[in-house]
C-alpha cells in the first residue's frame, strides 16, 4: 500500500500556487483563537472535502489526496503531507467528497468511483462476499444504471454527497440515486442495505439541482414545478420547471411517514444481513464501544397504524440507551441520564437564559450534567458535515430479537436544554407494499406540501471541466424558484417539518418556499440553508450554538442572526459547528463561525475531571459555544476566500491571492450584485408588494396609472430576478474560478438580456412619472407603508435628505446606478489582461456597452423629468389629449421663436416636437394652454428640409408629410439650427432604432412606417403600413379602408402600381371580392384575377379598372341555374371580338363573334346533342344565312331569324341524300313547316351519297383572326403596343425582370424551377444570320421558356392551351370543327413565329434553308425535338414550334380526328381482328408476299429454331414493335421517323435472306409492309395517317419519308377496302 501510494511531499514541488491555497483547523471559537494550518501544494487546490476523521484534496489537473485517520488502509496522514491516490491517476477528476468513514471522486466523463468503509453498503457492491466488504481499500468504479430504459444504459453522474451510512449521486438528467443504508435513502423499501444504485422515485421528474448529506438524514434543492404569480408576494417571472403539479392536497392524502417506532419484544426477527463492526481511529477504547441491532427489512407486521394520538406514558424506567432517531433501527448512547439531575430543573432559569440570550449575548455558557440523553444526541454521536459520517464510539453488532424499535421523543428546547420527562410513545406500523398513501396523519398542526413525480427533465450541457449540476447553467442563468427536501431521521429537527418525526421519503420543506434558496448544507444534526438575499436559514440541533440563532422552535427554519451589512454567500456544517462566508463593508470576503468553542486551557482540567467524575463512557461536552455568527480574527489574512467546508471537528478554506487584479475584481463585481440584490428585494418587500396588492390602489391610480404602475412592477420584477440570478451566477463563478473563464462572466455571455431589462425598467418608470404616478403613488404609499416608513427611509443611504414625493423618484430611479458600478469594475478586469487577448475583447466591448446604456437611460430620465414639468405647467383638458406615457417633450415654440409661413396677423402658431411627433397648434385665445384646433404629425414621417436664406432674412424649413407640405419661419438662425438639429435628430433616431427596418444614411427619402389618412381624397381614414418615398407612399405596403377594403402590393407615387393584391367587400351579398394582379397609376390595370363577390371568376388583362383584351370568365358552378364560361376578347368591360362561350346550362358551346357584351357576327355554335350550327348573329341571337347539320347528318342551309328557328328560304338535305328546298318557318328542335319541292336522289348517285359532305366553313370567323387578343397580350408583355412594332431590347429587358422578379419574390418555387428560370437568364442575342449551332440554341431556348409561366413565351404557350381545349374539349366536341380545329393550330405556329422571329431576327422566313447546310437540299431529313443537336437544312416553323404546342394539345385534337373517321376506324378495326388470326404464313400468302421473303428460322433465347406453319406473330417482331411506338407520338416529324425507322428494321430483316445487293420495289414493298401494319394491330390508325398528312412539313412530302408515310397510307386504305367474306 505504502509503495503504491506516495505523498504530495515528496514530489518535490517547483513553485508555491497563488490560487487554491487551502487553510484547515480544528473547530473553536474566539476563546482561544485558532491557528489555520497551510497545507503547502504545487498545485492549486480546487476542492476540499472533510469527513470524521479524514479528508480529501481536488488538486488542479484532476489530481486527488487523502489526509487524516485512514482507517480503511491503517493509515494516519497529516494533512500537511496529504497523500496521493495513484490509482486514480489515469483520469481527470472533477469532484471529490467525504462520507464519515468513505470517500466518492468523479471523472470528467461522469464516471464515479468508491473508497473506504462499505460496513452500510455506502460503497456499494465490491468483489468478494458481503463479509468481505467491511472495506474498499482503493477507489473502484461504481457504476450507476437505468434498468428501466431499453436497453439499459448508465448514467453519468455530475454530483456526489455522502453521509454516514448512505450516499446520493446526482445524474446528469438531475434524477437522485442513493444507495447505504437507512431511512436516509429516500427509497421506497426495507432491504438494508441497499448495495446497488437505485433511483429516489419521489424525486422523480423533478429538477434537483443540489444534494447535501447529514449524518442520518438528506437535503435537496430542488426546482419548483409552480411558476410564482404576480399575485404572490413574491412575484417572479423564472425560469422554472415547465411541468406544473396535476392536484394539490392536504397532508391527508400524502403521508411522509413521519414515525416513532417502539419497542415490541414479542415480534420476530427477518433475514438480517451479516453483523459489521465500525472501524474506528486510533485513541478510541473499546469501552466507549456498544451493541447495536441492525437495520431490519421490515419495521412491522401489526396491523394497527398510529403515527400521532397513540397513549403516551411517562416511563422514569425508560433505559435512554435505546434513544434513537432513526427510522429503522436503534443505537444504545454511551452513557444513561437521570432525569432528576437536570441542569435546568425548572423553567425560571430557562426563561432568565433566554432573556439573556435575546439581549445578543456573544456567548452562552453554561453547566450540563453529562448524561443527558437529549442533549447528547447531537454531541456523542460525533457526527460531521458534508461526510456526514457515523460515532466512532458506535459499532454495529447483529440484533437476534428487535423487529420494532423505540425511540425517545422530547420536546426540545430552543438550544435544547428543556429537561423533561422521557415519554415514550408505541406505534406499530403495518407491512404493506410500496403504496404510501393510505397511511393518514392525526393531530397536525398544519398542511404539509404535496409533491407528485412529474415527467422527468434533462439538464444542460454542462463544460467539460464542470461537474456540479447547480442551477447554474452556461446556456441560461440559475433559477431562483426553487424548494427544499428533505427526509431521513429527525430526532433533533434537522428534517425542519415542525416535529421531530422521521420521514422515509423526501418531503418539501414549506417554510422555505418562496425563499429563493440557493444552496443547502448539512451537518451532523442540523440543516443550512443560504438565500439569494444572501440571508441563512438553520434549524435542528442547536446544542453547541451551530445555528446561528436562539430562536424556537429548531425544527422549523429560521433566520441566523448576521450583524448588519454582513450579507452570506457559502455556508458549511460540521459536527457542532458552522462557517459563513460572508460580504461586509469592504470587499475582501469575512468569515464567520458559529457553534463550540474551545475553552481556555486553565479550564480543560477542570472540565476533564468533571467528566471524568460524571461517566468515563461519555465524550467531554462543550462547555461554550457562540449563539450568532462571529468573525474569526485571523480571516483577512487569508486572502480573498472563496469556498469553506466543515467536517467532522474540523473547517478548511480555500483562498486565492489578488496577483494581477483579477480576483479583487471579481469578487467586487459579485459584492456589489449581491449588495444590490439585497437593496431590490428590500425595496420589493417594502414597498411595491404592498402597494400592488392593495386593494385600493386602483381606485386611487386611476386607469392609466394603474396599468402604467403594473407594467414598472413587472419590469421591476423581471430586472430584481435578472439580478438575483447574476449575483447567484457571480457565486458559483467564485467556488469553480480556478476552472472558469472571465469570457464566461453571465454579465458578458448575457449581455443583451441585461440592456433589455434594464431600458424596459427605465422606460417603465419614466412613462409612469410622466403621466403624474409618483405624486399619486406617494399618498398612497403613505395610508399603506404606516409605521414600516422608518425601514424604508433606511433604503435612502446615499441621499438620506430627500423627501415628499422625491423619495419614490429616487427609489424606482436607483436601480440605474447598478450601471454605473459595472461602468467601474469592469475596466479593473479589463486593465488584467493584454489588449490582443479574448477576455480583453469582451470586457472591453461589454464595458462600452453598459456605459453607453447608462447614458442613455440617463437621458432618457432626464426627459422624463423635463417632460413632466410641462405637463404640469401646461395642464389643462385640451392638452390631457396629447399627454401619453411614452410622448417626451424635446421643444417648444411658445415664445414665438417659430412660426407658420403666411399666417395671419392675429394668428397663433404654437409648435411642440415631441419624440413621436411634431404638434402644430392653433390657438383660438389669448389664455395660456386653451387651443382650437391641432395637428399631430408623426416624426417617422417628417421629411425635413432646410431651405436657404433669401434676400429678406427669412430662416425657413420646409416640412413635407404624408398629407400636407408647409414651411416654418424661425426667429433667428440660432433658432433655425436648434429646430433642424431636434427634428434630424429625432427622426433619425426613430428610423434607425426604432424598430423601422431602414438602416441609419438613407432614412432621410425612403422609410417604413404606418399612417392613418385624415384629409379627403382616395385614402380618406384610410390606414397604411409600408414603403414611403419623400412624404408619399412608395414601395411595397398594406391600404386598409374603413369600408373594409384592404390593397396589400406596390405602391407608386402615391398611387397603388405593380402587382398587388385587393379585398373589396360587397355589402349587399355580405361577401367580399378579391383581385390579385398589376395595377398603375391607382387603377387595375394589366393582367389579372378578379375574383368576384357573386361568385364569378374573370382571369385576364384589364385597363384602367375595366376588363379589356384577352380575359376568361367563370359564372357560376355546375350545381346552380345558370354557369358558364367565356374565354375571348373584351373592351370597355365588355365582350367584344371573337370569343368562346360554353354555357354549361343548355349544353351549348358558341364559338363566334362578339360586339358590345353580345353575341353579334359570324360564330359556329354545336350542342350536346350533336347539332352543329354555323351562321351569323345579331344582337344574341341566329339571323340570316346559316348551316346546320344534326347527328344524323341532317342539314339544313338558309336562314334563320331566332335561335335554332328558321324562316325564309333554305335547303334541306337528309341522311339518305334526299332534299326539300323551299320556304321553311319553325323550330328546329319542335318541327319545320315547308314549302318547297322535294328532290329524291338518284340511282346511280346512291354510291356517293357517303361521300357526301356539306359545305363547312362558309360563316366561321377566319382562323387569323380568332386569338388576336392573346398574342396582343404576348406583344404587351415583351414591351410592343402593336405586334412587331418595338425595341428588342426593351422585349428582352422585360423578359429579364419578368424573371428576376419572380426568383425573388416566389419562395415556393422548386428546385427545377429555380433550375429553369437561372437558366433562361442566359438568353442568346444573334444578330447575323442563324447556323446550324445557334439554331439548336434558339430550341432550346425556346424549349425551357415555354416550361414556365413566367416568361412571356410560357405565359402564350399555356394561354394557347387553355383556349383550344375550352374550344374543342367537353360534352359539346363535335367531329365537324376537326378541320378549323387544324386550321387554328396552323394560325397558332405562324402568330408565333412572328414573335420568336421578332426575338430572334437572325431566323429565316418559314421554308428558307439555312446558309451553312453542309448537303444539297435536294436529302432533307426533319429533325427531331430532342436534347441532341440533330441535322437540319430547312427551316420551317412547323418543325420548329409544333414540338412545343402539340403534346398539349394533342388530346382535343386526336379526339376530334377520331370522332371524324369513326366509321372507317370501326370498318379498320374489324379487319385489322380478323385478319391477326391467321398464322404467319398463311397471313403473308394471303397478302400476296413473295415467299422468298418468308422467314424461316426464328431466334428463342439465342437459339435458332425453324418456324412452321402453326407459328404466329413470330416474324419482323422488331419492326412490328417499331411502327407500334407511333401511338406514343406527338408530332408529326416524330411520327415520320418511326415510320422510316420500322422501314430499316425491316429491310434489316429481309437482308440476310437476299443474295447480292438488294433494293426495294413497290410491289414487294407494299405486301410486306401491309403485314407489319396488320400485326401492328394499331388503334385509330387512320386519325394517326390524317394528322400526319395535315401537319406534316410540306418540305418533306415529296421526299423519302414523303414515300415512306404514302406507304403507309396505302397500307390502311388496302386494309378498309378487304373483303370481310
Not at 423487529?403 to 428546547?413: C, M
Not at 379602408?1041 to 402600381?1057: A, H, I, M, S, V
Not at 387595375?1084 to 382571369?1099: D, P, Q
Request: glycine share 8%.
Amino acid at each position: 500500500m505504502e509503495n503504491e501510494e506516495q505523498s504530495f511531499a515528496e514530489e518535490g514541488a517547483s513553485a508555491t500556487p497563488k490560487r487554491g491555497l487551502l487553510h484547515i483547523w480544528q473547530s473553536g471559537g474566539p476563546s482561544e483563537p485558532p491557528s489555520p494550518e497551510r497545507v503547502l501544494l504545487s498545485r492549486s487546490v480546487l476542492q476540499v472535502a472533510l469527513g470524521e476523521h479524514h479528508g480529501l484534496l481536488l488538486a488542479q489537473g484532476g489530481h486527488v489526496y487523502s489526509f487524516g485517520e485512514l482507517l480503511w488502509r491503517g493509515l494516519s496522514v497529516p494533512p500537511s503531507a496529504p497523500l496521493l491516490e495513484a490509482s486514480l491517476g489515469g483520469m481527470t477528476v472533477v469532484h471529490v467528497a467525504c462520507g464519515g468513514f468513505h470517500c466518492g471522486a468523479l471523472s470528467e466523463q461522469g464516471g464515479m468511483y468508491m473508497w473506504g468503509e462499505n460496513t452500510a453498503g455506502q460503497c456499494g457492491p465490491t468483489e468478494g462476499d458481503a463479509d468481505s466488504n467491511v472495506t474498499v481499500a482503493d477507489p473502484y468504479l461504481l457504476a450507476v444504471v437505468d434498468n428501466e430504459v431499453v436497453p439499459p444504459s448508465t448514467v453519468r453522474i455530475v454530483d456526489l454527497a455522502c453521509g454516514r451510512e448512505h450516499s446520493l449521486a446526482l445524474s446528469a438528467q438531475n434524477e437522485l440515486w442513493a444507495w447505504g443504508s437507512g431511512c436516509q435513502l429516500g427509497l421506497v423499501t426495507s432491504n438494508f442495505p441497499v448495495w446497488q444504485p437505485q433511483k429516489v422515485e419521489h424525486l422523480a421528474g423533478r429538477h434537483v439541482i443540489q444534494v447535501a448529506c447529514g449524518a442520518y438524514h438528506s437535503l435537496a434543492l430542488v426546482r419548483c414545478l409552480h411558476p410564482k404569480t404576480l399575485n404572490t408576494p413574491k412575484p417572479q417571472e423564472r425560469r422554472g420547471s415547465q411541468w406544473d403539479e396535476p392536484f394539490a392536497s392536504d397532508d391527508a392524502h400524502y403521508c411522509p411517514l413521519g414515525v416513532e417506532l417502539t419497542e415490541n419484544t414479542g415480534a420476530e426477527t427477518p433475514a438480517r444481513r451479516p453483523s459489521r463492526q465500525r472501524l474506528r481511529p486510533a485513541g478510541i477504547s473499546h469501552g466507549s464501544q456498544a451493541h447495536l441491532c441492525p437495520h431490519s427489512h421490515s419495521i412491522s407486521d401489526k396491523k394497527n397504524v398510529l403515527l400521532s394520538g397513540s397513549v403516551i406514558e411517562p416511563d422514569d424506567h425508560v433505559d435512554p440507551l435505546t434513544q434513537t432517531d432513526s427510522c429503522t433501527a436503534s443505537y444504545p448512547l454511551p452513557a444513561t441520564t437521570d432525569k432528576k439531575k437536570a441542569a435546568l430543573p425548572n423553567e425560571q432559569e430557562l426563561h432568565k437564559l433566554l432573556q439573556k440570550l435575546s439581549g445578543h449575548s456573544l456567548e452562552m455558557q453554561h453547566s450540563r450534567r453529562l448524561g443527558d440523553a437529549d442533549s447528547l444526541s447531537s454531541q456523542t454521536s460525533d457526527d460531521s458535515y458534508v461526510s456526514s459520517t457515523p460515532s466512532n464510539e458506535l459499532l454495529h453488532t447483529r440484533c437476534e430479537n428487535d423487529l420494532t424499535f423505540s425511540e425517545v421523543v422530547r420536546s426540545s428546547s430552543l438550544v435544547g436544554l428543556e429537561e423533561g420527562s422521557v415519554w415514550k410513545k408505541k406505534i406499530t406500523l403495518e407491512h404493506k407494499s410500496s403504496s404510501l398513501t393510505d397511511i393518514n396523519q392525526k393531530g397536525k398542526t398544519g398542511t404539509r406540501r404535496c409533491s407528485l413525480p412529474g415527467t422527468p427533465t434533462h439538464a444542460t450541457q454542462r463544460r467539460h471541466y464542470s461537474s456540479k449540476p447547480s442551477s447554474f447553467s452556461e446556456d441560461r442563468l440559475p433559477s431562483l424558484e426553487t424548494e427544499v427536501w428533505s427526509w431521513g431521521r429527525g430526532s433533533e429537527g434537522q428534517l425542519g417539518h415542525g416535529d421531530q418525526l422521521a420521514r422515509l421519503q423526501p418531503l418539501c420543506i414549506k417554510w422555505l418556499t418562496g425563499e429563493d434558496v440557493i444552496k443547502v448544507a448539512a451537518g451532523s444534526h442540523h440543516s443550512l440553508a443560504l438565500t439569494a438575499q444572501c440571508q441563512v436559514y438553520s434549524w435542528g440541533s442547536n446544542m453547541c450554538g451551530q445555528l446561528g440563532h436562539v430562536n424556537s422552535p429548531v425544527t422549523v427554519p429560521q433566520q441566523a442572526k448576521l450583524s448588519n451589512g454582513l450579507r452570506a454567500w457559502d455556508v458549511s456544517g460540521g459536527q457542532s459547528h458552522s462557517l459563513l462566508l460572508a460580504d461586509g463593508e469592504r470587499d475582501q470576503p469575512l468569515l464567520l463561525y458559529c457553534g463550540q468553542q474551545q475553552e481556555p486551557r486553565s479550564k480543560q482540567s477542570e472540565t476533564s475531571c468533571r467528566a471524568a467524575r460524571s461517566c468515563q463512557l461519555s465524550p467531554n461536552r462543550a462547555e461554550s459555544y457562540t449563539v450568532r455568527p462571529t468573525l474569526t480574527p485571523f480571516c483577512m489574512e487569508m486572502g480573498y476566500i472563496s469556498s469553506v467546508c466543515s467536517g467532522g471537528q474540523r473547517c478548511a478554506l480555500l483562498a486565492n491571492q489578488n496577483i494581477i487584479g483579477v480576483i479583487a475584481g471579481v469578487h467586487e463585481l459579485a459584492s456589489v450584485e449581491r449588495r444590490f440584490y439585497c437593496w431590490l428585494s428590500s425595496l420589493r418587500k417594502l414597498l411595491l408588494t404592498p402597494l400592488f396588492n392593495k386593494e385600493s390602489a386602483s381606485p386611487s391610480l386611476g386607469d392609466p396609472c394603474t396599468r402604467l404602475f403594473l407594467s414598472l412592477y413587472k419590469s421591476f420584477v423581471q430586472l430584481s430576478n435578472l439580478i438575483g440570478q447574476h449575483a447567484t451566477s457571480l457565486t458559483q463563478f467564485l467556488h469553480n474560478m480556478l476552472r472558469r473563464d472571465v469570457a464566461s462572466l453571465p454579465l458578458l455571455t448575457h449581455i443583451q438580456h441585461f440592456l433589455d431589462a434594464y431600458t424596459k425598467y427605465c422606460t417603465a418608470v419614466g412613462d409612469f412619472q410622466v403621466m403624474g404616478g409618483f405624486q399619486l403613488l406617494h399618498k398612497l404609499s403613505l395610508e399603506c407603508l404606516g409605521s414600516k416608513q422608518t425601514k424604508l427611509a433606511q433604503l435612502f443611504e446615499p441621499e438620506p435628505s430627500v423627501s415628499g414625493e422625491a423619495d419614490l423618484g429616487f427609489l424606482l430611479y436607483w436601480p440605474l446606478q447598478q450601471l454605473q458600478q459595472y461602468v467601474r469594475i469592469l475596466p479593473k478586469l479589463e486593465a488584467c489582461y493584454d489588449v490582443l487577448t479574448k477576455e480583453y475583447q469582451f470586457l472591453h466591448q461589454s464595458c462600452m456597452q453598459y456605459e453607453h446604456l447608462s447614458e442613455t437611460l440617463q437621458r432618457r430620465k432626464k426627459d422624463a423629468e423635463v417632460t413632466f414639468v410641462f405637463w404640469k405647467t401646461h395642464s389643462g383638458k385640451n392638452t390631457e389629449g396629447l399627454r401619453l406615457p411614452q410622448r417626451r417633450v424635446l421643444c417648444e415654440s411658445s415664445n414665438r421663436a417659430l412660426t407658420l409661413q403666411g399666417a395671419g396677423r392675429f394668428s397663433n402658431h404654437w409648435f411642440i416636437l415631441f419624440n413621436d411627433a411634431l404638434v402644430h397648434i392653433q390657438r383660438a385665445s389669448p389664455p395660456k394652454g386653451l387651443f382650437s384646433t391641432h395637428r399631430v404629425y408623426p416624426v417617422n414621417l417628417l421629411w425635413v428640409k432646410p431651405l436657404p436664406e433669401n434676400d429678406s432674412g427669412c430662416y425657413a424649413i420646409k416640412m413635407s408629410c404624408p398629407e400636407e407640405t408647409f414651411i416654418l419661419v424661425a426667429s433667428t438662425p440660432q433658432e433655425k439650427n436648434k429646430w433642424l438639429h431636434f427634428l434630424n435628430q429625432e427622426v433619425d433616431r426613430v428610423l434607425s432604432g426604432g424598430g423601422q427596418g431602414s438602416p441609419p444614411g438613407i432614412t432621410a427619402i425612403s422609410r417604413t412606417a404606418s399612417y392613418t389618412f385624415t384629409g379627403d381624397g382616395r385614402f380618406k381614414d384610410a390606414q397604411y403600413t409600408g414603403s414611403w418615398l419623400a412624404g408619399r407612399v412608395h414601395g411595397r405596403g398594406t391600404m386598409r379602408w374603413q369600408d373594409g377594403r384592404t390593397y396589400t402590393g406596390n405602391f407608386k407615387n402615391g398611387l397603388e402600381d405593380g402587382y398587388g393584391e385587393c379585398m373589396i367587400p360587397d355589402k349587399l351579398l355580405n361577401k367580399a371580392g378579391c383581385y390579385q394582379g398589376q395595377w398603375r397609376d391607382g387603377k387595375i390595370h394589366g393582367f389579372g384575377i378578379y375574383r368576384y363577390a357573386t361568385g364569378e371568376v374573370y382571369e385576364g388583362c384589364f385597363n384602367e379598372g375595366q376588363r379589356h383584351g384577352y380575359g376568361m370568365l367563370r359564372s357560376g358552378k355546375m350545381d346552380k341555374t345558370f354557369s358558364g364560361v367565356f374565354i375571348g376578347q373584351w373592351l370597355c368591360d365588355k365582350r367584344s371580338g371573337y370569343g368562346v362561350y360554353d354555357d354549361i346550362t343548355r349544353g351549348e358551346k358558341y364559338m363566334g363573334m362578339w360586339s358590345d357584351d353580345e353575341r353579334h357576327g359570324s360564330a359556329v355554335v354545336v350542342t350536346q346533342y350533336g347539332v352543329y350550327f354555323e351562321g351569323n348573329f345579331r344582337e344574341s341571337k341566329m339571323s340570316g344565312l346559316g348551316l346546320l347539320v344534326s347527328d344524323d347528318d341532317t342539314g339544313f342551309h338558309g336562314e334563320f331569324s331566332e335561335d335554332w328557328t328558321v324562316s325564309g328560304k333554305g335547303i334541306l338535305s337528309l341522311a339518305n341524300g334526299d332534299t326539300l328546298e323551299g320556304h321553311f318557318s319553325g323550330e328546329w328542335s319542335t318541327g319545320l313547316k315547308v314549302d318547297g319541292i322535294y328532290t329524291k336522289l338518284a340511282a346511280d348517285e346512291i354510291e356517293d351519297k357517303d361521300r357526301k359532305n356539306f359545305l363547312l366553313g362558309q360563316y366561321v370567323v377566319d382562323a387569323e383572326v380568332r386569338w388576336v387578343c392573346v398574342f396582343d397580350e404576348c406583344w404587351r408583355r415583351l414591351g410592343c403596343d402593336v405586334a412587331g412594332r418595338g425595341e428588342r431590347m426593351t422585349a428582352w429587358e422585360n423578359i429579364a425582370i419578368c424573371i428576376s422578379s419572380a426568383r425573388q419574390h416566389s419562395p415556393d418555387l422548386s428546385r427545377y424551377q429555380s433550375k429553369v428560370l437561372e437558366s433562361l437568364e442566359c438568353i442568346p442575342h444573334p444578330t447575323d444570320a442563324v447556323t446550324t449551332t445557334s439554331y439548336e440554341n434558339i430550341r432550346k431556348y425556346l424549349a425551357k421558356a415555354c416550361e414556365t409561366p413566367i416568361h412571356p413565351l410560357g405565359w402564350l404557350v399555356e394561354t394557347l392551351v387553355t383556349v383550344y381545349r375550352m374550344t374543342y374539349l367537353g360534352v359539346e366536341s363535335n367531329h365537324r370543327l376537326l378541320r378549323e380545329a387544324v386550321k387554328e393550330l396552323q394560325a397558332y405556329v405562324k402568330h408565333f413565329y412572328s414573335i420568336v422571329r421578332f426575338l430572334f431576327p437572325g431566323l429565316p422566313e418559314d421554308g428558307s434553308v439555312l446558309p451553312d447546310t453542309p448537303v444539297s437540299p435536294c436529302r432533307i431529313r426533319c429533325s427531331s425535338f430532342s436534347e441532341e443537336p440533330s441535322f437540319v437544312s430547312v427551316v420551317s416553323c412547323s418543325g420548329l414550334l409544333l414540338p412545343l404546342l402539340l403534346p398539349q394539345l394533342y388530346q382535343p385534337l386526336f379526339m376530334l380526328y377520331c370522332l371524324h373517321d369513326e366509321q372507317q376506324e370501326a370498318q379498320y378495326w374489324e379487319r385489322i381482328l380478323r385478319l391477326n388470326k391467321q398464322p404467319d404464313q398463311s397471313l403473308l400468302g394471303f397478302l400476296g408476299v413473295r415467299q422468298k421473303f418468308w422467314p424461316m428460322w426464328m431466334s428463342v433465347l439465342g437459339e435458332k429454331k425453324q418456324i412452321v406453319s402453326s407459328s404466329k406473330d413470330v416474324s419482323f417482331g422488331c419492326a412490328v414493335e417499331t411502327l407500334q411506338q407511333i401511338s406514343t407520338t406527338f408530332t408529326p416529324s416524330e411520327k415520320l421517323l418511326l415510320i422510316q425507322n420500322t422501314f430499316e428494321e425491316l429491310t434489316q430483316e429481309i437482308k440476310p435472306m437476299q443474295d447480292g445487293e438488294f433494293l426495294w420495289c413497290m410491289d414487294d414493298l407494299l405486301p410486306l409492309f401491309l403485314y407489319i401494319v396488320v400485326r401492328a394491330k394499331i388503334r385509330n390508325l387512320g386519325a394517326e395517317v390524317s394528322l400526319i398528312e395535315d401537319l406534316m412539313d410540306p418540305n418533306v412530302q415529296h421526299g423519302e419519308l414523303g414515300l415512306m408515310f404514302t406507304t403507309l397510307k396505302a397500307c390502311y386504305m388496302q386494309i378498309q377496302m378487304e373483303s370481310m367474306t
